[in-house]
Structures are given as structure tokens and as C-alpha cells.
């Protein structure tokens, strides 16, 4: 059976999506099958074996380039026959163009066939919750009158500040019309946790979590605890990367994908668009979640040692659930790089590329 679906995958990789509920950009793992599109997650450094949705190809319409995002000139745009826009983004624009190729090339052939095997119809969740506006609800959810109440809950001997119960989240959005039942509630209570509005606080969210094996499962529970996300309190801090000087970036293009960096403090895996160039050599990197035409970091590839990390255990250094295709890259300062590629042969063509630059 996994056989099989391996064999009608007609194209997979990475590609960056705009949300529904909150217009913010994720990279996300695309497997382009003859009737569908599934995306997933990358959890540390492995793909998330839940599949995070599907795009149904039957009656698509595409359109290629698509324009009107600023900053982001390689956007294609998907619209499902029930008229739900999906905006994606590639790495370059060849990688574009192939990908819209592709899933045209998918789209003609089950208009020809009739596409009778498609019977399923566009996930009701995606198309229900598709109007909302997820920063509003927080703002809603933040108002000092009409909010949702903060306190302090005690749970196994450890007392948690400023936060509320799953089911406290669950009769706000309800009883603020929010949401028509408790069901709706907990798919938008979830959406908030999985855009990173929500954390889990205590224990039981966070087996909760593990347990279910998806990061969005929100407990409509009086003992499962959550509060707003730190990260929102820094909403306006900018990480400061060494300057980068216009000639850094002067040079010819060579290379440009996604791969997967380990970060030098957290040692966190994070999808980024990686950019090689010449004359002079230099390999930066863009965070693609973000409109920001400026690296988050890059290096000068003089004097840098490059080598392949055998995929038979985890090598020093590396920290996470790795995928494997890993490689290390050792700047003339000592810094070392830990990429991950999708895939080996990605490895060996980023490898590649880089040696001849060194």
C-alpha cells in the first residue's frame, strides 16, 4: 500500500504557504499526488508524519506568476473549485514554474479522465474557519473588559500565573459568538495554538500534545491549562545578525533552495532559503516566513571546509529527531553549519556547488 502511494507521488518538496486564518508565511513539506495536494509540517528536523491538509485538484484553477505580494515575486496561487485561494511560494522561479506546470499538468488529466475517483470534497474544517481573522480574536481575547480572565491555577503542586483553563477558552469563544458550538470553538481554539497565538501550560496540554501526536489538539478540559504565547511579547524584537555589506550580495546567483539549519544557540531546525553566489562567494540565508528581503545570516565561503555527515547515527554537534542528507560547512572563522537536505541527491548538488566556490 505504501508502495503504491509512493509510486503516484508526481512531485514532493518544500514550498512556503500563506495561512488561511492568519495571512503569515510557513514552509511546509508538498507532496503533489494526481488528484491532491498534501502539505505537512517539519517538527525539529523530520517531517511530521500527520498531514497538515490537502488542496483537492479537481477544477483547480492556477495562476502563474502571481504578483501581488510585495517582496515575494516567485507566489503561485491555487483556487479550489469552491473558491478557497491558496497562495504558495517557491524557491526560485524555475522551481516555480515547474511546480504550476505540474499541478496544471494533474488538473487537465482529471478533467479528461472526469475525475470520478475524486469524491471527497474540500476539507470542511479549512473552508469553515477560512473567513476568520485569527489576530482579532486575540486582540478580542486580550481586551482588559470583554477578555478572556487570567489567574493563577495550581496543578500537581506547581502553581502556573496567568493562565486559563482549555474549557474557560472554550466558553469565552462560545458565549462571544465566536463560535455557534463547543466543537467550532475547540477547531479555532486550535488554530490559535497552531499558529504559536496559544501555548500549553502544565502537564496535561502538554501530554495532551505528545499523546495525540499533532501540535494543534486543544482539550476543551478545566484542567488542561494554556496562556498567551511569550513570543507575541516580543512581537517587535529584531535578531541582530552581523551587517551584511551590499557587496556580500552583489554577486551572480549560482544556487538557490530550501534546506534545513541548525540554529547556534537553540539547536533548533528551521526551514530556510539558502542562496550561493560568486564573485564574491557567499552563502546567506533568508528566513522564508518573513517579507524581509535581508538575509538572517550568511558567510563568506573563503578558506570554508565542506563535508557529507554519514546518516548512520547522529554525528557530534547535531541535536533533534533529524531526517538525515545531513552536511557540515566550517567557515575560516570556525563556525560550523549544520544543514540538512530534503533529499540525497539535494545533498550532493548543494555539496557540489559549494566546493567549487570554496
Avoid at 495554538?193 to 505528545?210: C, I, M, P, Q, Y
Wanted: proline share 3%; aromatic share 8%.
Amino acid at each position: 500500500m505504501a508502495t503504491d502511494k509512493k509510486k503516484s507521488i508526481l512531485r514532493e518538496g518544500f514550498l512556503v504557504k500563506r495561512g488561511h486564518l492568519v495571512h503569515n508565511w510557513k514552509a511546509r513539506w508538498f507532496v503533489l499526488m494526481p488528484d491532491k495536494l498534501l502539505y505537512y509540517k517539519y517538527e525539529g528536523g523530520r517531517r511530521d508524519s500527520c498531514q497538515r491538509g490537502k488542496i483537492l485538484l479537481k477544477d483547480c484553477e492556477i495562476t502563474c506568476p502571481f504578483l501581488e505580494h510585495e517582496n515575494r515575486p516567485l507566489v503561485f496561487k491555487l483556487q479550489t473549485k469552491n473558491g478557497v485561494d491558496h497562495f504558495l511560494e517557491a524557491c526560485s522561479r524555475e522551481e516555480r514554474d515547474d511546480w504550476a506546470a505540474d499541478i496544471t499538468a494533474a488538473v487537465d488529466k482529471l478533467q479528461t479522465t472526469g475525475g470520478e475517483k475524486v469524491t471527497n470534497q474540500e476539507d470542511p474544517s479549512e473552508s469553515q474557519l477560512s473567513n476568520i481573522n485569527l489576530s482579532k480574536v486575540l486582540d478580542s481575547m486580550y481586551d482588559v473588559h470583554s477578555g478572556i480572565k487570567m489567574s493563577n491555577h495550581v496543578e500537581q503542586g506547581n502553581t502556573y500565573s496567568n493562565c486559563f483553563s482549555g474549557s474557560a477558552v472554550v466558553d469565552w469563544l462560545v458565549f462571544m459568538q465566536l463560535a455557534l458550538t463547543r466543537v467550532e470553538a475547540m477547531t479555532l481554539a486550535s488554530a490559535l495554538l497552531e499558529e504559536g497565538f496559544l501555548r500549553t501550560v502544565g502537564l496535561k496540554s502538554v501530554e495532551a500534545l505528545r499523546t495525540a501526536g499533532l501540535s494543534e489538539q486543544f482539550m476543551d478540559d478545566s484542567t488542561a491549562l494554556y496562556s498567551f504565547s511569550d513570543s507575541l511579547k516580543k512581537r517587535g524584537s529584531v535578531k541582530a545578525e552581523a551587517s551584511l555589506s551590499a557587496v556580500e550580495l552583489s554577486g551572480k546567483v549560482i544556487k538557490r533552495g530550501y534546506l534545513l539549519k541548525q540554529g547556534h544557540r537553540r539547536k533548533n531546525w528551521k526551514v530556510r532559503l539558502f542562496v550561493l553566489r560568486s564573485e564574491p562567494a557567499f552563502l546567506h540565508y533568508f528566513d522564508p516566513t518573513k517579507d524581509d528581503i535581508s538575509p538572517a545570516g550568511g558567510f563568506s565561503l573563503r578558506g570554508c571546509l565542506i563535508s557529507s555527515l554519514n546518516d548512520n547515527g547522529v554525528p557530534s554537534g547535531v541535536k533533534g529527531n533529524i531526517q538525515g542528507n545531513l552536511f557540515k560547512i566550517i567557515t575560516q572563522s570556525d563556525t560550523r553549519y549544520f544543514i540538512q537536505a530534503p533529499t540525497h541527491q539535494d545533498k550532493m548538488d548543494w555539496i557540489d556547488a559549494i566546493r567549487e566556490q570554496t
